[in-house]
């Protein structure tokens, strides 16, 4: 007979793909996904690359700046409450078998191993504009994946080793986490000084920081970015000892949790129970929200508000309180990396700077406030004019999405030697494409809001989100040269696109306003 | 008053309320008794005015999806709608601004009468499910609205907080509030319902009025297993 654990991974699997073909949405939507991907590598296969291509080299230094955002993000986390490595069925179920606490722990790890690998799945994602800039071939992207994936599982089962083994004991705890700010600041310390000191431009100044070595001494995201460097410079002595590196810290983590004799089951429900909280949400139709584990209260009161902008009064006060309160988190890592990609693509202006986070501004803003308020029943059933409640709600994404925009482009103006025009441009920019965004969520909610899967909505608000940003796209690019301008996207195109923007936004809020009337709140 | 015409729900291919009609009065609580899947949640939801659906549902006359009817309608769901970063007195305070309600005295005696007041400094993701639901109560009546809908009110309650919704009940009776309960616990509704409309896939199978006469429960108990049984055999 086989292995139990071993039965429910695979009959799991089975059914998953099973549902998957037997349901229309999900089957779409996978599909989708599948074309999405092969889409990217047949146009990088068509496009031509340019005579003028940066070092790939690069490649491995914005992969040690992500696979260190993401480990660090997992581990930050991790080292202080449990990961959601079991579901409440494998508590139920498996925890009160007569299976080996051991056995346990490598089937959580394997179903762990699973999530980062599709988690990953975005990296493929990227082919095509890296292939332009770098003249690299799919091996590169394929390794960026891998070790992408691995990365999050490392630092997901180091972090739950960790967890463990020190059960109880909050000091060592905060220990460990002070560790790993230090070794991790240590090495943008480093890094910072290298781009201080050196010659050169600051992307040659920061690249002459990136060595093998440098990357094989900074745990987990250097060991990723170390297996990317050896694939894009064809040197299989550094694939090896990145995942000679990884093998040795997985087996490491697996051996001190089955050694260690620890009974781990207490220090994994509240993870389980967190995960079963947001299946729960999902099936609900609510958004999980990431709500910081301790909250600073500071002043109990909404103090503001009568009426509709009760709404917007009572946002800010609940991103006060997740520590969000002009940016969110998601906002912060769009900043963040828009700078690292403006640094290295400087040469080209803010432009693209503006395309890429314009496009993670895509998936960020699903997570947004106004978003979440539409999961709770009271702002429907607010006895104001439902346009008047939209507009309130999301004016605290407007102004969050305002923020992160001059974060992001005021600093890159400097760097790029842009002018204020232009910089002006793409801060309006930005929050043009955030209305669209808000505007798409009401207009997909109110065609088809509990009458679609979810999985389908999300597609249909990619879809949208498309079709609504087209015109201001369109003009922008048709319109400038009708008034003699011989660039091709500039200051004046990315105008153009806000203006029409925002009215297309507004024309869709307002005529999609009786979302707020009905919603067919939270049901199939 | 609560009046509700041919009220009829589907989703896709299932029909979940099926040409549903009946009248909530002034002071009196009705009663929606039914298996599980039998349509109850739903018809509670399409009265709140969140679902969309065909037929007629107006509150004192107004449409029930009017602002007008919201101002008079109070919703307490099956599942609490809580914000995790918002206070218990922060809940409150929102829904007394929202709702444009200046004197908030009978909010702190609701508050009071479901011992909320020593966790007014709590978040709502530090309550358990049980005092969650108590705040949903609270914020579905603060504003003293004239027609109530709970979907399922007693689930997660104490034994104190049953008892005290139980009273509220009859006192909003008594000031003339029309109630619509959604249940399938058919003691916790003894001693103050009026009607009770029995659901079957979807349909009204029977109607039931107590008369205020004591053995009535016992009576409606006796006719929803009649009416479940049969159609389940």
């Not at chain 1, 630092?155 to 905060?174: D, G, H, P």
């Not at chain 1, 006895?383 to 923020?403: D, G, H, N, R, Y």
């Not at chain 2, 609270?138 to 609205?145: E, N, R």
């Amino acid at each position: 007979m086989k292995s139990p654990l071993l039965y429910v991974q695979l009959t799991t699997a089975k059914n998953e793909l099973k549902e998957t073909l037997k349901k229309p949405a999900k089957l779409i939507l996978s599909l989708f996904l599948v074309f999405l991907i092969a889409g990217n590598f047949i146009l990088a296969g068509f496009s031509s690359v340019g005579d003028e291509t940066r070092d790939p080299c690069e490649i491995a230094a914005m992969a040690l700046a992500l696979y260190t955002f993401m480990a660090v993000t997992v581990m930050s986390s991790g080292f202080t409450k449990s990961a959601a490595m079991f579901t409440m069925a494998d508590v139920n179920l498996i925890f009160t078998s007569p299976v080996s606490k051991a056995g346990v722990f490598v089937y959580g790890a394997v179903k762990q191993m699973r999530s980062s690998f599709v988690l990953g799945f975005f990296i493929l994602l990227q082919y095509s504009w890296l292939r332009d800039s770098y003249a690299i071939d799919v091996t590169v992207i394929i390794s960026a994946f891998f070790f992408y994936s691995l990365t999050l599982f490392a630092a997901n089962l180091l972090s739950m080793a960790v967890y463990i083994l020190t059960s109880a004991r909050e000091n060592v705890r905060k220990m460990i986490r002070i560790g790993m700010w230090t070794v991790y600041g240590a090495a943008a310390v480093y890094m910072a000084a290298g781009a201080i000191a050196g010659s050169g431009g600051i992307v040659e100044r920061i690249m002459g920081t990136v060595t093998p070595l440098f990357l094989l001494l900074v745990p987990i995201s250097g060991w990723g970015a170390l297996g990317v460097w050896g694939t894009i410079s064809s040197e299989p002595l550094f694939i090896i000892m990145a995942s000679a590196a990884f093998a040795a810290l997985i087996i490491a983590a697996f051996a001190a949790v089955i050694r260690s004799g620890t009974d781990y089951y207490e220090d994994v429900i509240s993870g389980a129970e967190t995960l079963q909280t947001i299946e729960q949400d999902r099936k609900d139709g609510n958004i999980a929200e990431n709500v910081p584990k301790n909250v600073k209260l500071g002043k109990n009161g909404i103090g503001k508000g009568f009426g509709a902008d009760t709404l917007f009064y009572k946002h800010m006060v609940e991103n006060r309180r997740a520590r969000t309160k002009y940016i969110s988190t998601a906002g912060i890592f769009t900043v963040l990396s828009g700078w690292i990609f403006g640094v290295l693509m400087r040469d080209g202006g803010i432009i693209f700077v503006f395309v890429f986070t314009t496009y993670i501004q895509i998936f960020t803003m699903l997570m947004g406030r106004f978003n979440k308020e539409l999961t709770k029943p009271y702002i429907y059933l607010i006895p104001e004019p439902p346009f008047k409640k939209m507009l309130w709600a999301s004016l605290e994404t407007l102004i969050t999405t305002a923020v992160e925009a001059l974060l992001l482009y005021v600093p890159l103006a400097f760097v790029a030697s842009d002018s204020a025009f232009i910089t002006v441009t793409f801060i309006f920019g930005r929050i043009s494409f955030g209305m669209i965004s808000v505007a798409v969520n009401v207009f997909v909610g109110k065609m088809w809001s509990g009458t679609v899967p979810k999985a389908l909505e999300s597609l249909l608000y990619f879809s949208f989100y498309l079709i609504f940003a087209a015109p201001g796209v369109l003009l922008g690019f048709l319109i400038p040269p009708i008034f003699g301008s011989a660039e091709i996207f500039s200051g004046f195109s990315v105008l153009i696109m806000s203006v029409v923007n925002a009215c297309a936004a507004a024309a869709v809020m307002y005529f999609s306003r009786d979302v707020l009337v009905c919603p067919e709140f939270g049901d199939k | 008053m609560l009046s509700i015409r041919n009220l009829t729900k589907s989703y896709g291919k299932t029909v979940a309320n099926n040409n549903i009609s009946f009248d909530v009065g002034e002071g009196e609580a009705a009663v929606l008794l039914g298996p599980n899947g039998a349509g109850k949640s739903t018809l509670i939801k399409s009265v709140a005015g969140l679902l969309r659906y065909s037929g007629n549902i107006e509150i004192c006359g107004y449409d029930n999806r009017s602002p007008e009817a919201r101002a008079l309608i109070g919703y307490v769901p099956e599942i609490p709608a809580v914000y995790s970063l918002l206070t218990v007195t922060e809940h409150i305070e929102f829904i007394l601004r929202a709702y444009k309600v200046q004197d908030r005295s009978f909010a702190d005696e609701l508050m009071e009468r479901f011992e909320l007041t020593d966790k007014r400094d709590k978040l709502g993701k530090e309550l358990s499910k049980g005092m969650q639901q108590k705040l949903s109560i609270c914020c579905a009546l603060a504003y003293s609205p004239r027609i109530v809908i709970f979907d399922e009110p007693m689930v997660g309650l104490d034994p104190h907080a049953i008892k005290e919704l139980k009273n509220l009940i009859s006192e909003l009776k008594s000031r003339g509030a029309s109630i619509l309960i959604s249940t399938h616990m058919i003691d916790s509704i003894e001693g103050f319902w009026d009607t009770a409309h029995i659901l079957m896939n979807g349909s009204l199978a029977a109607t039931m009025h107590s008369g205020g006469v004591p053995e009535s429960a016992q009576k409606l108990e006796d006719l929803f297993f009649e009416i479940t049984e049969q159609h389940g055999s």
